[in-house]
C-alpha cells in the first residue's frame, strides 16, 4: 500500500514505483542519430586538459590512459556542452551531415 507523502519525507521513505523489466540502457542503442549538430574533435589543438569528458551527459568522449578520444558519435546527442568548456577551443561544432 502506498505510504502518504509530505514534505519531512526522505526518498528512502517513498513507496517505491514500478519498473519494466525488459528496460535497456542507452548503451545498447544509437541515440546519436537526432542530432542536429556534430562536434568535431580537433586534436592537433587540444591539451588534454580533459575538462570536455565529465561535462559529457552522454559519456561520448572516451577516456583512455589519461587521453581523450575521438567522440562515440553513436551516442552524442550535439548538445555542445563540451565545446563551450574547451578552453583551446579544441571542438568545433558543425551542421549534421556537412563535411568537415
Given at each position: 500500500m502506498a505510504k502518504e507523502m509530505n514534505e519531512?519525507?526522505?526518498?528512502?521513505?517513498?513507496t517505491a514505483g514500478g519498473t519494466i523489466h525488459t528496460s535497456g540502457n542507452a548503451e545498447n542503442f544509437n541515440t546519436g542519430d537526432w542530432r542536429v549538430n556534430k562536434p568535431i574533435f580537433k586534436e592537433?589543438?587540444?591539451?588534454?586538459c580533459l575538462l570536455?569528458?565529465?561535462?559529457?551527459?552522454d559519456t561520448s568522449i572516451?577516456?583512455?590512459d589519461g587521453k581523450r578520444l575521438e567522440f562515440d558519435y553513436d551516442h552524442c546527442k550535439g548538445c555542445?556542452?563540451?565545446?563551450?568548456v574547451?578552453?583551446?577551443d579544441a571542438i568545433e561544432m558543425i551542421p549534421e551531415g556537412q563535411d568537415e
Open positions: 519531512t519525507m526522505t526518498w528512502k521513505e517513498l592537433d589543438k587540444c591539451i588534454q570536455c569528458a565529465p561535462v559529457c551527459p572516451p577516456v583512455k555542445a556542452i563540451c565545446a563551450e574547451c578552453p583551446v
